[in-house]
């Protein structure tokens, strides 16, 4: 390996390389900073390779050739901040998009929210509106949803302004039946929406039980206590250090044996995890039981 580095060092364009690559490296240091610093939102214990994925793809679409360029417009020209907030947010999904999921979040909500008197579910970062329409059409169908209250958090004010008037395609319902039906769902979508001019919005004995609130994972503190908490999008995103931080913040805020709906398995090194049991043979679907 060091000589293959040697020869590599040799090569005329090795030294430009590795100093593009600095640079770039700086620029978005210097990037993600000035959004803190400017605007509060901190994107600084992300995962690079995501944030460098998504702002690439940014940078193709405003036709940007360098990070830097996109710094100044963010902090200079107006809407360019907001759209990069869209852009490093979790992305919109369908309804039901993840059927093999939404069958354990049914069970394990099923079997933890029925003892309990006044439930309250913690919804942390989800994949738009129809993550959390899911929910609720799932928590209706189980007979929770009258006394369950869901707590849906998003990380800016803009997001949060979005989902609260959010409509969906109609075609979606039609598109989305199958994974319903997949999920356990045996009835027909459509019939928990009201639909206009073909727009399609959850239905408002099921969308009042839901609290939508701007919140961060990466620098609020616990706001209550919960019976479940799901955060399976937003976390494949976050770096080694804020994970934790994000796991810990997860344990402070469920009760003893609430659900913990996680995007993956819990490592012997992550916090919190001699906490919980497994509800499944796999998947990051866990219980508290100390």
Partial sequence: ????????????????????????????????????????????????????????ALLRTRHLATISSLQERVLHEAGVAQELMRVLAVPPA???????????????????????????????????VAEA????????EEKLYGRTEVFATVGSDELLFEVRN??????QLTESQAQYEASGGNGRLSDYFEISNGEARLLPRLRERITWAQYSL???????????IICRRALPDFGPLLRQRVLRLFRDSLSLFGVLGLDRELGPADAGVMDYQPLFEDGGWYKRVR
């Avoid at 998009?97 to 354990?104: F, G, K, N, S, V």
């Avoid at 329409?133 to 209706?140: N, S, V």
């Avoid at 990466?218 to 019976?227: I, K």
């Fill in 1 to 56: 390996m060091a000589a293959v580095m040697g020869e590599l060092s040799a090569w005329p364009g090795f030294a430009g390389l590795a100093n593009l690559q600095a640079t770039e490296e700086l620029e978005l240091e210097l990037l993600l900073e000035a959004v803190y610093q400017r605007f509060g939102f901190d994107f600084r214990g992300y995962a690079r390779p995501k944030l460098r994925e998504k702002l690439c």
């Fill in 94 to 128: 369908p309804l039901f998009d993840l059927p093999e999921d939404t069958r354990r979040l049914r069970t394990a909500l099923g079997d933890s929210l029925r003892p309990t008197a006044l439930p309250k579910v913690w919804l942390a970062e989800p994949a738009g």
């Fill in 133 to 140: 329409w899911t929910l609720a059409i799932l928590l209706a």
């Fill in 166 to 171: 959010a409509t969906l395609p109609v075609a």
């Fill in 218 to 228: 990466v620098t609020d503190a616990s706001f209550n206590e919960f019976h479940g």
